[in-house]
Each structure stands twice: as structure tokens, then as C-alpha cells.
């Protein structure tokens, strides 16, 4: 743990915020006012989370870089110019799914996030391979890191880091200088509303705390709120956006997650898995299909079972939560045979129903 990353969770303490240990990891979850207040001001206006616990950043170089990264996933990398960015899933030559990726082409690197579930499995996987080529992999963490979500998360940037220039489409990217440090920001659309990820790194030895305090009431004064992880999920779900150990696991092909266009190039040449990924697009349809739940009471609990009308196995619930928008449970799930059908209903354990829809559940601004 960092300086930086000490102090920004004992900033937030101070806010009121509780942390629990989730995967191993300290994590910010909640603070008085509740996960549904918290995600519906991001919804209203601004609110800012410890980004931590949701991403392991590691840095691509040597002039070989783009070629082997482009190479090893599923997306183009070597398509990208630099300040863009994309999506991808990392998979072995049978299609197994080891992970997802998010990637930065900046000037002299490409930066590497992937969720903490997976981020190992994805470092291994990548070091494996490099043999001829010239390309280095530095793990590069960030001091502290902070996503800054709602429709006035570029306003309130903006005002906390004086002469940024933002990214303006998702998963692009900016390196700036300010205040004698380093910040990459990054544009992630992962709660359904303009959001930014900013990623604060060590030039020098000496401490970021002081940075981490002055960010925080920058932040603070141009309207943003603190907010906790359990905000973020609730966030994430009504976007529809699921999250690879959660939501997406090895068994999980590309075509099954629904996130097939955001993280797939089917124009860009061969990759470990790419013939499992393209005889599921062109020649078959997926066995199962990741789809979205909407029921009524409580949220359901991951790994619960469904049942289809006539008592066969529909699938499984995954990530579940109460939507502060539509004021109702959502849940996502993963349904096979006619329940992997937006329309269908399924049963829970307690043979309650759900109706089966494709995510998002909710839109920006706050339209289900």
C-alpha cells in the first residue's frame, strides 16, 4: 500500500466512510448516506470513488509494444492512435476466457488495467509470450487512484485539475502535469454516465499524501461527492455493465457476455481463441447469453438458481441490486435455452418471477 493510497482511504474515513475487506483488499464501501443516495447524486450531478479496488495498472513498452498486445487479445490494438484506447478479453487457444483488459496508448507506453479477479492470471499470461520481441512490463502503480462519475464529472475535473484536457470518448486517454506529480486520466463510461478515472503517479520518492488532500477538496469544492463501492456496483448494474470475477468467468465466451462490439475486432488478424470467437459469431449462436432480471422484493443472490415456467434449469443470478431509478430489484444472469430470450420469465427459489431483458437497465440521465 502506498503513501498516497493510505491517505486517500483515511481521507475518506474521516468523510464517514466504512471500509470493509472484500477480495482481499481493503475497500471503501458505503458512507451515512447509503449506497442508493450516494449512486443517485453520481446520477444528479458529481460523486468520486477510491478506484483501487477495481483495477491493477500495469505499462507496456519497447517499440514492439502495440504489435504484441495486438497479437495477444481480442481487440486491435495496433489500430489505435495514441490517446485512444479500447476493450478486450484475454483468451487461451480453446477460447477459455483469462481475463478482461482495458488498454491506453500513450505516447511511450501503453497502460494495461485489468480487475483485480484476473489481473494476475493477465501479467502471466502476457510475460509468457514475450520472447523475441521488444517488450517490456512495468508494473506502474499508481499512487492513488480515483473515478469521478455523473453528468458533471467533466466540469468538476476540470475545475480540480486546472488546465486538463479531458478525453472525450471512452477508454481514451490523457497524460497531464500538475502540482510536481504525473496524472493519467482515462474515460470510463462503466457506471452508465460520464466518468473519468484518474490515476495519480510517483515521479520521486517523495510523498503523494499531501496531492491525495488537495485533489479531494478540489474535488469537494467544485461540487463532487464521496461515494463507496457499494454505489459503484449499483452504478455498474443499472448500466449494464458486467465485471470479469463477478459477472464473466473463464466459462463465459465472448459472444455469451453481450459486450461482444466493445471488445472484439473481427477485422484484425489472428490471436490466441480467435477461431472459437468466430465460428460462435458466423456459423452457430451461443449456448447461453448474459441478460439482465428484473423481479420485484430483494435483490437476488449471486449464484442463485432459475427455473424456466415449466420447471426446467434456466441459468443462474449473478450481480444483484436494489436500482434507486426504477425502484425495483435487477440482477444479472446468465439463462440458456428459450430463458436466454429478452421477454421470458424465470423463477427464483422462492418461484417469484423475473422478466428477462437486455441490459442496460438503465440510461444516462437516469431513463430505464
Not at 481463441?273 to 458466423?282: I, L
Amino acid at each position: 500500500m502506498t503513501d498516497a493510497a493510505d491517505r486517500l482511504r483515511e481521507a475518506l474515513v474521516r468523510r464517514g466512510g466504512i471500509v470493509e475487506t472484500r477480495c482481499g483488499r481493503p475497500t471503501l464501501v458505503r458512507f451515512a448516506a447509503g449506497p442508493e443516495a450516494e449512486a443517485r447524486t453520481a446520477r444528479a450531478r458529481a460523486a468520486y470513488f477510491d478506484r483501487s479496488p477495481r483495477g491493477e495498472t500495469f505499462e507496456l513498452g519497447g517499440a514492439d509494444r502495440a504489435k504484441y498486445l495486438h497479437g495477444q487479445c481480442t481487440q486491435d490494438v495496433k489500430g489505435k492512435a495514441a490517446g485512444a484506447g479500447g476493450q478486450a478479453w484475454l483468451l487461451d487457444p480453446r477460447g477459455r476466457n483469462l481475463g478482461a483488459l482495458r488498454f491506453f496508448v500513450l505516447d511511450d507506453a501503453i497502460l494495461v488495467e485489468a480487475d483485480p479477479s484476473c489481473a494476475g492470471v493477465v501479467k502471466k499470461r502476457l510475460r509468457k509470450f514475450v520472447i523475441t520481441e521488444d517488450v517490456t512490463i512495468d508494473d506502474a502503480l499508481p499512487a492513488a487512484s480515483w473515478h469521478v462519475a455523473g453528468p458533471q464529472a467533466a466540469a468538476t475535473l476540470e475545475a480540480a485539475l486546472p488546465g486538463v484536457l479531458l478525453p472525450r470518448a471512452e477508454d481514451h486517454v490523457g497524460a497531464y502535469r500538475a502540482d510536481g506529480a504525473r496524472w493519467i486520466v482515462t474515460a470510463n463510461e462503466e457506471t452508465g454516465e460520464t466518468g473519468f478515472d484518474v490515476r495519480l503517479y510517483r515521479d520521486a520518492p517523495s510523498p503523494q499524501g499531501d496531492r491525495v488532500e488537495r485533489f479531494l477538496a478540489a474535488l469537494e469544492a467544485a461540487g463532487a461527492a464521496p461515494a463507496g463501492d457499494d454505489a459503484f456496483e449499483i452504478l455498474r448494474v443499472e448500466a449494464g455493465r458486467p465485471r470479469y470475477g463477478v459477472d464473466v468467468d473463464e466459462d463465459l465466451l465472448p459472444a455469451e457476455t453481450g459486450r461482444l462490439d466493445a471488445t472484439v475486432s473481427f477485422t484484425k488478424g489472428c490471436y490466441a481463441g480467435q477461431e472459437v470467437v468466430a465460428k460462435q459469431q458466423y456459423l452457430g449462436r451461443p449456448r447461453k447469453r448474459l441478460l439482465g432480471l428484473i423481479g420485484e422484493g430483494e435483490p437476488l443472490r449471486p449464484g442463485g438458481a432459475l427455473r424456466a415456467e415449466n420447471g426446467g434449469d434456466a441459468g443462474v443470478a449473478l450481480s444483484g441490486v436494489r436500482s434507486p431509478v426504477l425502484g425495483r430489484p435487477i440482477s444479472f444472469a446468465v439463462l440458456k435455452g428459450p430463458a436466454a430470450t429478452p421477454g421470458a420469465v424465470v423463477l427464483d427459489a422462492d418461484l417469484a418471477p423475473w422478466i428477462v431483458v437486455s441490459p442496460p437497465f438503465v440510461r444516462r440521465g437516469g431513463a430505464g
